[in-house]
């Protein structure tokens, strides 16, 4: 980033953006364009539809320039806003019915003892090697997940959106974010298990 | 704050909270929505069981892994808008 587009100061685009600026428009897509497409494809997993929603994003975000306080950043604001885009087009995609995520959650005797005794896993390595195979793997077994709780995982661990903010996108109860998320996180934690559990050949 | 726990095993003849109810409500011990008995009661199972502080470990580097993993694609430069996208985004005003 160039000294004179860090310095730029946001109140001052957001003025220009309002009288109508094109100059402000165009450097409103520039900063803020890639980081919203690269959200909307990892909530799609599909390139047509994520230049949609960022497309769709952008609509939302001019038309409700008027009502943007400015309490949150512009950043922040936009972020929220192509999350909803890509959520939107999620929901009207043909729906398959969705597999049970039981199969892959602990299970228990009638005592309450666990089924399985849980070892520890390997010490995770650097994040850089998350660039390599693992990433991959943790990649695709998040969308392995039925798509009600891989939503929900990726609303809270991945856009950090807060159980309030993903209850509210999704039109769901906060209690239903929380069931959701524990037995995402539960779902993905069996399907890591056997790359990375210690002592494995 | 009602109560979350229920279910309690004779573990060499002292109470605790089950596995199932520790694994259960392992959310809600990690975003300190426990009431602060059911914490300790938590706790003290956690200091008896080495597999529940195996899946409890797990659990949050599943997480961790989750977020590295996907934010990953954001890292280094944020991809280009094509520029015809650019154009179609400007042109809807």
């Known amino acids: 980033m160039r000294i004179e587009e860090a310095e730029f100061d946001e109140q001052e685009l957001l003025a220009k953006l309002r009288a109508g600026d094109d100059r402000a428009y165009e450097r409103l897509v520039a900063e803020h364009g890639g980081r919203m497409l690269a959200v909307a494809r990892r909530m799609l997993r599909n390139e047509e539809e994520a230049r949609d929603a960022v497309q769709e994003a952008f609509l939302l975000a001019f038309r409700g320039l008027a009502r943007f306080e400015g309490q949150s950043r512009l950043g922040t604001w936009l972020h929220r806003i192509v999350v909803n885009a890509a959520l939107m087009k999620m929901r009207h995609r043909r729906s398959r019915p969705e597999e049970s995520i039981e199969p892959l959650l602990p299970t228990f005797h009638a005592d309450g003892h666990s089924t399985i005794e849980f070892g520890q896993w390997q010490e995770l390595p650097d994040e850089r090697l998350l660039r390599g195979e693992l990433a991959e793997l943790v990649r695709s077994s998040i969308d392995r997940l039925p798509e009600s709780h891989r939503t929900v995982l990726l609303l809270r661990d991945v856009e950090e959106l807060d159980t309030a903010e993903a209850a509210e996108l999704l039109g769901v109860s906060a209690n239903a974010v929380k069931i959701r998320l524990h037995r995402a996180r539960q779902a993905l934690r069996t399907m890591l298990d056997p790359a990375l559990k210690r002592g494995r050949a | ?93």
Do not use: W
């Open chain 2, 1 to 93: 704050m009602k109560s979350r726990i229920g279910k309690t095993a004779l573990s060499r003849g002292e109470e605790y909270i089950t596995c199932e109810e520790v694994i259960t409500h392992l959310l809600d011990y990690l975003s300190r929505e426990l009431a602060p008995v059911e914490e300790r009661e938590f706790e003290r199972h956690l200091e008896i069981c080495p597999s529940c502080v195996g899946y409890l470990k797990s659990y949050l580097q599943t997480v961790r892994l989750g977020r590295i993993a996907m934010q990953n694609e954001l890292q280094g430069p944020p991809p280009e808008l094509a520029p015809e996208l650019v154009h179609a985004i400007l042109s809807s005003r």
